[in-house]
C-alpha cells in the first residue's frame, strides 16, 4: 500500500509560480511511474504530467506543456510539479497518483494510488 500527501497548493497571481510536492510512504515509490492530474468545478479529472519510475521519461499535456515541469526524488520518496507561468484557467484541485508500473500512462484509470489533492487557485 502507498500512500501521497500533497502540498504546496495555494492562491497565486496570474503569472506566478507554484511547486507542489507529493510525499510518498512506502519502499516500492522508487518502482512506480507518477503522474500528476487536476480536476476544475464541473469538468472531468484531467492528466498534467508523468514521469517513469527512474524519471528519465516525462510527459506534459499540451495545455501544461513548457510552463509545468514535473520531477521526483526517489531517495526522498517525492515527486514534485513545478508551475510556472500560471494562468487563471490552471485553477483546479491538483491530485499526485502512483501507478503500479514504471512506464506513464495518461488516464486516470491507469493509476492505482491517489492523494487527497491541493487546490491551486491562479487570479487574474
Known amino acids: 500500500q502507498v500512500q501521497l500527501v500533497e502540498s504546496g497548493g495555494g492562491l497565486v497571481q496570474a503569472g506566478g509560480s507554484l511547486r507542489l510536492s507529493c510525499a510518498a510512504s512506502g519502499r516500492t515509490f522508487s518502482s512506480y511511474a507518477m503522474g500528476w492530474f487536476r480536476q476544475a468545478p464541473g469538468k472531468e479529472r484531467e492528466f498534467v504530467a508523468g514521469i517513469s519510475w527512474n524519471g528519465v521519461n516525462t510527459y506534459s499535456s499540451d495545455s501544461v506543456k513548457g510552463r509545468f515541469t514535473i520531477s521526483r526524488d526517489n531517495a526522498k520518496n517525492t515527486v514534485y510539479l513545478q508551475m510556472n507561468s500560471l494562468k487563471p484557467e490552471d485553477t483546479a484541485v491538483y491530485y499526485c497518483?502512483?501507478?503500479?508500473?514504471?512506464?506513464?500512462?495518461?488516464?486516470?484509470?491507469?493509476?492505482?494510488?491517489w492523494g487527497q489533492g491541493t487546490q491551486v487557485t491562479v487570479s487574474s
Open positions: 497518483a502512483a501507478r503500479r508500473n514504471p512506464f506513464i500512462r495518461h488516464g486516470s484509470r491507469e493509476y492505482d494510488y
